[in-house]
């Protein structure tokens, strides 16, 4: 059984970095694209990045290309979302789920083994 759990969320101020971990279990790690999602209030959920951990590749929303980061570590089993130059609209709850990269704009309609996510909290 596929399971994920997200991690590392917190309060940063505007202009500011954080990294979310989010660390698997139960499955073969090279076999599962992971995606990272976000949901803020009364917003849809969002597709933010995803990385297909069979041969590194990585999908980033507009939103976010050029300050997120997606990565992973086979070994550790986690994945990675290095956020720069955090902005207000970046608050949201940020979660971690397994499917397919090319769906990730359809927020997250096609994933599966959601964890509990974790809340980015970015102030002005």
């Known amino acids: 059984e596929v399971q994920l759990q997200a991690s590392g969320g917190g309060l940063v101020q505007a202009g500011g970095s954080l990294r979310l971990s989010c660390a698997g279990s139960?499955?073969?790690?090279?076999?599962?694209?992971i995606g990272w999602f976000r949901q803020a209030p009364g917003k849809e959920r969002e597709g933010v990045a995803c990385i297909v951990n069979s041969d590194g590749s990585t999908y980033y929303s507009d939103s976010v290309k050029g300050r997120f980061t997606i990565s992973s570590d086979s070994a550790a089993k986690t994945v990675y979302l290095q956020m720069n130059s955090l902005k207000p609209e970046d608050t949201a709850v940020y979660s971690c789920?397994?499917?397919?990269?090319?769906?990730?704009?359809?927020?997250?309609?096609?994933?599966?083994?959601w964890g509990q996510g974790t809340l980015v909290t970015v102030s002005s």
């Open positions: 139960g499955f073969t790690f090279e076999d599962y694209p």
């Open positions: 789920a397994e499917g397919p990269c090319v769906r990730m704009w359809a927020g997250g309609v096609d994933f599966d083994s």
